[in-house]
């Protein structure tokens, strides 16, 4: 473990003589990936030095037992040993997690879409209760959520909202919502009280930077069109909502979310270049995914996920087997635990593939 706590102490201490020389400064792309390498790098010196400190402490203890001249310091050494190897095992399983290799669209934001599947106007509530589901829990993490373009379900909901969030390691976080999501429960439609089944699908892009994506204007449709839904006197008024078209992949994008037609354009255009990003990214996991067998990051968007059963109260998440009896607070956006869960079984899936190497 301290070998392997050398090379990356190597490594920090090139990173933060690489991020203050100029020509990294004036190379934006580098100096923000040198940036995000600097700050994960500071975060395993902390734990470094956490280790140092408690293996000294299991040195200087075990000289102590060793003399064993003084039996009041020789109790305490024993005290001292056990919390200092106990701190070790704890630093050890935090630095092996650490040192998996991160992706590094983990950091980036994320661009949400939620589409109602089967199911009709139940599908287009449940899309609906899907997005404020996930709204609320970008709220509890401080993180900023801004829709860009929605089509409104007949009785309520949506029958596709997309929607950006901003803050720190988004899409790390709510890649593991990518999928189809079903629900069971009796419509607000239905006279019976039978309970039906719908679904709608997730996905989650990365957000992609500029540099990330380039995109030639030449090849880009660009329409403007008057929006639509609620929005006071400019709906349908002025030509301010934007549909971008990407001819050779036949990709669309649009935004209506603002009144300004620039604006509009500007989101339309962050949001193509998300979904350029995404369809490389979307193989590249299908390959990683197949290489592993793992269903957590598989990429399959085709793939159901997670059952939402209203008249047992229960969330099932068949990925890993995940079954909650707590449906009411998980759709209001409690949705930490699942994530956890998910996390922990892709995490521990990458440890067993990088081997036995600490």
Known sequence: MLEKLQIVKNRFDEVSDLIIQPEIISDQKQYIQLNKEYKDLRALMDKREGYLTATERVKEAEEILADGS????????????????????????????MLIPKDPEDTKNAVVEVRAGTGGDEASIFAGDLHR????????KGWKVSVVDFSEGTSGGYKEIQFEVEGADVYGTLKFEAGVHRVQRVPQTE???????????????????????????????????CSSGPGGQSVNTTYSAVRLTHEPTGLVAQCQDQKSQHKNKEKAFKVLRSRLYDLELAKKQAEDAEKRGSM???????????????????????RINLTLYDLSNIIDGDIQKIIDELQLVSNTEKLKEAGETF
């Open 70 to 97: 003084d039996a009041e310091m020789v109790e305490m050494a024993k005290m001292q040993l056990d919390e200092a190897k106990s701190t070790i095992g704890k630093l050890e399983d935090d630095i092996k997690f």
């Open 296 to 318: 957590v990051t598989s990429g399959d968007r085709s793939a159901k996920i997670r059952t939402y059963n209203y008249p047992q109260g229960r969330v099932t998440d068949h």
């Open 133 to 140: 589901m996930y709204t609320k829990y970008c709220e509890s």
């Open 191 to 225: 006279t019976q009280g039978r309970v039906h089944t719908s679904a709608a699908t997730v996905m989650v892009f990365p957000e992609a930077e500029e540099f990330d994506v380039e995109i030639d204007p030449k090849e880009v449709r660009v329409d403007y069109f």
